[in-house]
């Protein structure tokens, strides 16, 4: 890398450390640890998408 060129740092949206963009397996998360703790937040419903219309059910009642 040139010494005139900027590297690009990012904030980890787990844990806000700043990590470089380039050269990073895990972005735009720091580490593994960080992305797999976001997919499990995902898993368990911690995060949502709001939405503005109801879920459609089946005859059993399951979305």
Not at 15 to 28: A, I, L, V
Not at 46 to 51: L, V
Request: negative net charge; contains cysteine; hydrophobic residues 25%.
């Amino acid at each position: 890398m040139a010494e005139n060129e900027k590297k690009v740092m990012v904030k980890c949206p787990t844990c806000s450390k700043e990590k470089p963009w380039k050269d990073n397996p895990f972005r735009p998360f720091c580490s593994e640890r960080c992305r797999l703790l976001d997919l499990g937040n995902w898993a368990d419903g911690s995060y949502t998408i709001e939405s503005s219309s109801p879920p459609d059910f089946d005859d059993d009642n399951n979305p």
